[in-house]
């Protein structure tokens, strides 16, 4: 295809051009559009395939036509990025003229940001410290101790027993509001554990006290978000018979609670637990050093980096810490202190997408690949994500988009550049406890590590107070997991080419089907139990 190509813009990383794509080079794209379906066109009077073309062109032109414009940009782009050897941080922006007509000349305006030139890697000398810990005796005895006070087993308790907290009340219930029952509010032997939180807030505790036999009227009011916009925010009372208050047995720590689990014995049991906690030691330990190796990787580089992409990755940071501010006891605190940061979080951007592209550029140079048939996995794995009628349209969706494959393949790739690096650098080992591995984990509270930082880079990290102390969870984020990670982005080298966007202003980004759960019965007012219902909890909030 000829175009004609004219750079409009070219600071820093910042790129643009001005595209002219011919007219007889989208009219022979439409010409071959008409000569591929002709064969498919069925027309009254006419034997399959034989419709003449200027029917077709009749009938299809401006559906043909928007086809082969679409192609012929693409196209275009792509040939722009080739030629200029570009490789774009983000998707570009594609933009058609608004003069355009059928027939004339196509202009189209492409501005990007290119990925930089990354200089070549330092990565000898690298000094790492793995902490070893095994896993802790008590913790084991702990983690059993946990497992055995979940398996409750209930006895009746005396007649004149008064039910307290951590014991069950078998009930029958029916509730009203404004004097009216309501659908789901009626159930009958409906067993609720009092403190487990299973029941509208309120409704457990006014049946603490109450005793087998005894009927008690129970007035709560249901949350503003409860499920049903007939209930939410109203006042309700409900009348509860109980039948029965149960106390909590024992449950003994031996081997016949092993078995009770399907497991042989209780050294069988010890060993899951001991294995379970091993692992995740493990990872605890890799996260350590890979802080240590990104530190020193931050440390030996600096490099100009995408704005696009850094403004995208601040966006990331803010969105992951006000949803956590969210569920904080006083969300607009939290809020305010996300906002006071906002340059912090601004320079961990940065950072995180620097170190993005030098492992990329460490993976690249050395080899690091994700195979086909690791990557079919992956896919496979995020299908199993979705309903089972959306899996397959997710999977051509992967197939089709070159980036939403890289962000899928992002974080293997990166976890085998940093294996690769593992294996390059000295590592010494050192005793320690699973406390002293989480206080290493929390120190260096808020700093960003990088050129210039003026702080001691040496292998082991030097112990400060706890990050987030006396701060909320959110805000805590940046001084945890937000400033270890590398960003998602274009992780690999092949993952720069991008599929350019679609020429339409107007038209939505296509976006990958939302993975969804299984589906399930729509949520009733209150939980069957027995054949009766219960008076549910407000919905818990995830993390």
């Not at 595209?19 to 009077?45: F, H, N, S, W, Y």
């Amino acid at each position: 295809m000829t175009i004609k190509t004219v750079e409009t813009e070219n600071e820093g990383l910042k790129r643009a051009f001005m595209l002219t794509i011919p007219a007889e080079d989208i009219e022979a794209r439409v010409e071959q559009e008409v000569k591929r379906i002709a064969p498919q066109i069925r027309m009254p009077g006419f034997r399959p395939g034989k419709v003449p073309a200027n029917l077709i062109r009749k009938m299809h032109g401006e559906s043909l036509r928007g086809d082969a414009l679409q192609g012929a940009v693409q196209d275009g782009v792509q040939q722009l990025l080739n030629e200029q050897r570009i490789r774009p941080a983000l998707q570009p922006q594609v933009e058609l003229d608004e003069g355009y007509a059928p027939g004339k000349d196509a202009e189209v305006r492409v501005s990007l940001e290119a990925l930089p030139d990354v200089p070549a890697p330092s990565i000898g000398g690298l000094k790492l410290e793995r902490l070893t810990v095994e896993p802790d005796e008590a913790a084991i005895e702990e983690q059993i101790r946990q497992l055995a006070n979940q398996s409750k087993h209930w006895n009746e308790a005396p007649k004149k027993h008064a039910a307290a907290i951590g014991e069950l009340v078998v009930m029958d219930f029916e509730g009203e509001v404004d004097g009216t029952p309501f659908e789901g509010g009626k159930g009958e032997d409906m067993s609720v554990e009092l403190g487990s939180g299973q029941l509208i807030p309120g409704f457990e505790d006014q049946l603490v006290g109450a005793r087998a036999g005894d009927e008690r009227k129970v007035k709560v009011t249901f949350p503003g978000d409860y499920p049903s916009d007939d209930l939410k925010g109203k006042e309700a009372t409900f009348s509860v018979k109980v039948k029965a208050v149960k106390t909590a047995g024992e449950t003994k720590v031996d081997e016949e609670f092993a078995k009770s689990l399907g497991l042989t014995d209780l050294a069988q049991l010890q060993g899951l637990i001991r294995d379970q906690l091993a692992q995740e030691l493990n990872g605890l330990t890799r996260t350590h050093m890979k802080r240590q190796l990104l530190d020193q990787l931050a440390a030996r580089h600096d490099f100009a980096v995408p704005p696009s992409m850094v403004e995208a990755e601040y966006q990331n940071i803010l969105s992951q810490l006000k949803h956590e501010a969210s569920h904080e006891a006083d969300p607009e605190a939290a809020l305010k202190e996300i906002e006071a940061e906002a340059d912090d979080y601004r320079r961990i951007a940065e950072r995180r997408v620097r170190l993005g592209l030098l492992l990329s550029e460490i993976g690249g140079a050395n080899g690091v690949d994700v195979s086909e048939q690791e990557m079919n996995r992956l896919v496979m794995q995020a299908a199993s994500q979705y309903q089972p009628k959306d899996r397959e349209t997710f999977i051509r969706y992967i197939q089709q988009e070159p980036m939403a494959a890289a962000q899928l393949r992002a974080p293997l790739y990166e976890d085998k550049v940093v294996d690769f690096l593992f294996e390059r650098a000295e590592v010494t080992e050192r005793k320690a406890t699973r406390a002293q591995l989480e206080a290493d984990l929390e120190s260096e509270e808020g700093h960003v590590h990088g050129p210039g930082c003026g702080h001691d880079h040496s292998p082991a990290p030097k112990a400060k107070k706890a990050a987030g102390k006396g701060k909320s969870k959110a805000a805590a984020g940046k001084d945890n997991a937000v400033i270890d990670e590398p960003a998602k982005g274009p992780v690999e080298k092949a993952s720069a080419k991008p599929k350019p966007a679609k020429p339409l202003k107007d038209e939505p980004a296509r976006k990958a089907p939302q993975p969804k759960a299984e589906a399930k019965p729509a949520a009733k007012p209150v939980p069957s139990k027995a054949g009766g219902k219960a008076p549910a909890k407000k919905p818990a909030k995830k993390a």
